[in-house]
């Protein structure tokens, strides 16, 4: 692909795969201003066949809950498009955790809030949700904590595209990597990337590549990452997610 039509289509990619994802933030009581977020993670929408959940890591959500213990008034919001002010979702339901799995599916019945600030919920192209085999393509958007530049009135967030490759796949988890010479990232920033790390980005949709259809489709979300251009990210599996937004505990027929 010639050099222009691929940066046309990894903006493309990662304008529709941020639409679907969010950084999800940790706000102190009011009154706060954007410097005053205290950590991050990344929480993924997705419509299922019954009805619209929130996905991240349960490391993630289990680290919201404890510091809510020592700090009543903490909220968990996530992020709008642009400059959209941040939602929270503070009151959101669990429907199933599982810290093996490092997953956690919440129903956040206001979720035409989060529409209204610019994103969508994934609705599954194929059902159940895609699964993968070692070699294949994956892609992820995430929002890495160093890329942030928050002042008084905005959180000053990035988010870019990680292309890699899956190197295994397990019962719970999948490990990918760059695999290239020069690994694929694509963002669109005046500032450069000096620091290759990758914290912030835990609970990001991971996409499978079809390579007969060439479309994307969800597969994991991202549980953790490395350092460095040589990193290895571990995914947990989506295909354990059922139609109701649970977690099927039980042994998948066919998946290593």
């Known amino acids: 692909m010639p050099p222009q039509e691929e940066c046309d289509r990894s903006k493309e990619l990662l304008e529709k795969m ?32 019954r009805g619209k959940f929130l996905v991240t890591n349960y490391h993630v ?34 429907v ?34 895609d699964t993968v085999m070692e070699h294949d393509d994956v892609a992820l958007v995430g929002f890495p904590c160093n890329r942030k530049r928050p002042t008084d009135e905005y959180l000053g967030f990035e988010s870019l595209l990680l292309a890699l490759k899956v190197e295994s796949v397990s019962d719970r988890k999948m490990r990918l990597r760059f695999l290239n010479p020069e690994p694929s990232i ?15 980005i835990s609970g990001s949709m991971v996409y499978r590549l079809d390579p007969v259809l060439m479309r994307f489709f969800v597969t994991g979300f991202l549980h953790a990452a490395g350092r460095g251009l040589d990193a290895v990210f571990y995914a947990s599996r989506a ?8 977690i099927d505990r039980q042994q998948i027929p066919g998946h290593r």
Not at 42 to 49: A, D, V, W, Y
Not at 61 to 85: C, I, M, N, S
Request: no cysteine; charged share 25%; net charge negative.
């Open 18 to 49: 941020s639409q679907h994802v969010a950084m999800a933030i940790f706000v102190p009581p009011n009154p706060a201003v954007p410097k005053d977020v205290m950590n991050n993670g990344t929480m993924s929408f997705i419509e299922l066949p």
């Open 61 to 94: 959500w289990d680290t919201y809950r404890e510091e809510r213990k020592k700090l009543p008034g903490l909220r968990l919001a996530v992020t709008g498009h642009g400059f959209e002010q941040p939602v929270s979702v503070s009151d959101a339901e669990v």
């Open 96 to 129: 199933d955790e599982d810290e093996g799995f490092d997953l956690v599916v919440l129903r956040f019945e206001a979720h035409q809030l989060i529409e209204s600030v610019g994103k969508e919920f994934y609705k599954p192209k194929r059902w159940p949700l």
């Open 186 to 200: 694509h963002w669109f920033s005046p500032r450069p990337i000096t620091e290759f790390e990758w914290g912030g």
């Open 239 to 246: 295909d354990v997610i059922q139609e109701d937004g649970t």
